[in-house]
């Protein structure tokens, strides 16, 4: 499918699409655009989680712990899932608990944007809002996390490969191309 088509196409989302990968990986630009060229809301777990409780995920891992930022996050993506269907974007690591992969396989589809290793490195490593990446030797944090996280992104249920170079729009439409693979996720309308 090539772009100008898609211009002159409609879509129907037929069941929320749910982002899931590394930081870095590009679900908030990615999820953004798709919401824009499909036509359904964006939302953002962590972006909810914070508007809730008034405060950072950092001030919310440091006041009250991760275990209790995990509770909120499952209830948030929950609420979030109960509308119609939309693009959202969640935390690197929502997807690691099986509730939240059940949840999100109950009520939408989970999406991977799967970008390698030297390519997430390149569009973290000058940003000081990850805080898991405030360490003293943050590539190598970068490449344990993306090594114990890796299996669990690959129980989803699409995965787009991010092409280093590729710019929002050419991984948005690969993205839609995968999404219209499954009939019962999004369909084209002329």
């Known amino acids: 499918m090539n772009s ?4 002159s196409s409609a879509y129907r989302l037929k069941r929320s699409v749910v982002l899931v990968g590394m930081m870095g990986s590009g679900k908030s630009a990615i999820g953004r655009a798709l919401s824009e060229k499909l036509c359904v809301p964006f939302l953002d777990s962590d972006a909810a989680i914070e508007a809730a409780a008034n405060a950072t995920i950092a001030e919310i891992f440091a ?20 509308g119609e269907p939309c693009i959202l974007s969640t935390g690197g690591g929502a997807f690691l608990a099986e ?16 970008a390698d290793l030297k390519l997430l490195w390149e569009r973290v490593r000058h940003k000081d809002t990850r805080p898991l990446l405030r360490t003293d ?6 490449s344990d996390i ?45």
């Open 4 to 7: 100008d088509h898609a211009i």
């Open 63 to 82: 006041r009250d712990g991760e275990a209790f930022f995990r509770e909120r996050e499952t209830e948030v993506i929950a609420r979030l899932l109960s």
């Open 137 to 142: 030797n943050p590539f190598q944090t970068l």
């Open 99 to 114: 509730r939240n992969r059940a949840l999100i396989d109950e009520k939408g589809a989970s999406v991977w944007l799967d």
């Open 146 to 190: 993306f090594d114990v996280r890796q299996p669990i992104y690959q129980l989803a249920q699409l995965r787009v490969d991010v092409q280093p170079g590729a710019s929002i729009d050419e991984t948005t439409q690969r993205t839609i191309e995968v999404l219209l693979s499954e009939d019962h996720i999004l369909e084209l309308i002329t």
